[in-house]
């Protein structure tokens, strides 16, 4: 059964599938240009880069999709930066821009202006209510169960059918996102679209090292940890070195703090942490992971991953015989 049309202004994916910002590094150029190829929609992640190294990024997963697709930016609001990188995706001409870690007033209005979508990610119906009526295009809904920094402590099927009814615009279902069951499941409750993070970090064309992508084939559902980061909220990594010594509050030093965020705790650089992992020290830097991660097995095309979640859903959806 062909899976159902997502829409999100001049957007019309061959499949309702949005492939999560990740950052430090790990969703870039190419693997948000992977996803725009096979039929789904890719998302740079702004985080840990220069205004410039984004444009290049922008200009070069353009390049490497022949222009086919749809490839957006993920820019976080909690950032000193957020303002003159949203700027430069929209003079990019990107197809949309994605926020998360807050929102303004400001973001839509540049939107609309650059005719360009803008996304919240949200973890309540109250901010997916404000969203819409400041000018968001479509509402992301993120639950307990995703990788990275959370806004809430309830899994994503409890609060989607809230969002759901809260808003008219198209919601998509994120957090916890891993088969073609899963899908069914989001859009049964009112979905639009999902948004799948960590399934596509285990990818060959992932910007990730490696070494990062095998912690996620390696870990086990025991291995999860919860850390408060700097950022001021709670966020779900893979357990190492470094998430033991920030456990309790505990603090990590580091040479040079570059003054990445509104507002910081500085127990630790979050920012550094991930700069760690990014250069493959996976022990001693911050590896994020969904819920689910202890699912994947091994790494693979994104083209494959995607033709298999589209199996699975027509077999979730199929009646039995």
Avoid at 44 to 63: C, D, K, M, P, Q
Wanted: glycine content about 12%.
């Amino acid at each position: 059964m062909k899976l159902p049309q997502l829409k999100i202004g001049h957007m019309a994916p061959k499949y309702p599938i949005i492939q999560g910002g990740m950052g430090v590094g790990i969703s870039l150029s190419r693997l948000a240009s992977s996803v725009a190829v096979a039929g789904g929609i890719g998302i740079i992640s702004g985080t840990g880069i220069t205004v410039e190294e984004l444009r290049s990024h922008i200009r070069s997963a353009r390049e490497l999709s022949g222009g086919n697709g749809y490839i957006g930016v993920n820019v976080l609001f909690a950032m000193n930066d957020f303002s003159e990188k949203m700027k430069a995706a929209l003079e990019e001409k990107v197809d949309f821009i994605i926020s998360g870690a807050g929102i303004s007033r400001d973001m839509y209005a540049w939107g609309k202006e650059a005719g360009i979508p803008v996304l919240s990610i949200v973890s309540t119906a109250k901010l997916a209510r404000l969203s819409q009526r400041l000018g968001a295009s479509a509402i992301v809904v993120e639950g307990f169960e995703a990788g990275g920094h959370l806004g809430t402590d309830r899994p994503m099927l409890e609060i989607l059918p809230e969002v759901v009814e809260a808003v008219t615009i198209p919601v998509i279902a994120a957090g916890g996102i891993m088969t073609g069951a899963d899908l069914a499941k989001a859009f049964s409750l009112g979905a639009s679209g999902v948004q799948m993070g960590t399934r596509f970090v285990a990818s060959e064309e992932c910007d990730a090292p490696l070494a990062f992508k095998q912690k996620y084939v390696e870990a086990a559902e025991e291995d999860l940890v919860l850390v408060k980061t700097t950022v001021g909220l709670q966020g779900r990594a893979i357990r190492n070195t470094f998430t033991d010594l920030i456990e309790n509050d505990g603090k990590y030093k580091i040479d040079k703090c570059l003054d990445c965020l509104k507002n910081c705790s500085y127990r630790f650089c979050t920012l550094d942490s991930l700069f760690r992992s990014l250069k493959g020290d996976v022990e001693k830097g911050l590896v994020f992971a969904g819920a689910r991660v202890g699912e994947i097995k091994e790494i693979l095309p994104v083209k494959k991953i995607i033709e298999r979640i589209v199996d699975e859903y027509t077999v979730a959806v199929s009646p039995s015989l």
